[in-house]
């Protein structure tokens, strides 16, 4: 069975930092790209990160600069590092696995909320 446990969600003010873990199955994290989405009330899930078993990344604009997404192997998590928040920023976060060996398959997390608020 495949599970992705997020922590490290919370409240924080404009400009703070946050850092969200994601720990996964072993079975699934070495075979898989890694991600982290958010969604926001009203909104779609959206990107925030990506990183490939190769460690290459990916960000879309909004968050380019300010967030940072790392992969620990030998532990099996996931990380993303969050500075300079912004209030646009709140929303929940969900890791996400993307299996693209033998079969193609999504698994997600069951969210950590993130608020960004004075």
């Known amino acids: 069975q495949v599970q992705l446990v997020e922590s490290g969600g919370g409240l924080v003010q404009p400009g703070g930092s946050l850092n969200l873990s994601c720990a996964a199955s072993?079975?699934?994290?070495?075979?898989?790209?890694m991600g982290w989405y958010r969604q926001a009330p009203g909104k779609q899930r959206e990107l925030v990160a990506r990183?490939?078993?190769?460690?290459?990344?990916t960000y879309p604009d909004s968050v380019k600069g300010r967030f940072t997404i790392s992969r620990d192997n030998a532990k099996n998590t996931v990380y993303l590092q969050m500075n300079g928040l912004k209030p646009e920023d709140t929303a929940i976060y969900y890791c996400?696995?993307?299996?693209?060996?033998?079969?193609?398959?999504?698994?997600w997390g069951q969210g950590t909320q993130v608020t960004v608020s004075s």
């Open positions: 990183i490939t078993t190769g460690g290459t990344t």
């Open positions: 072993k079975s699934i994290f070495s075979i898989s790209t």
């Open positions: 996400n696995a993307h299996r693209s060996i033998f079969i193609t398959a999504d698994y």
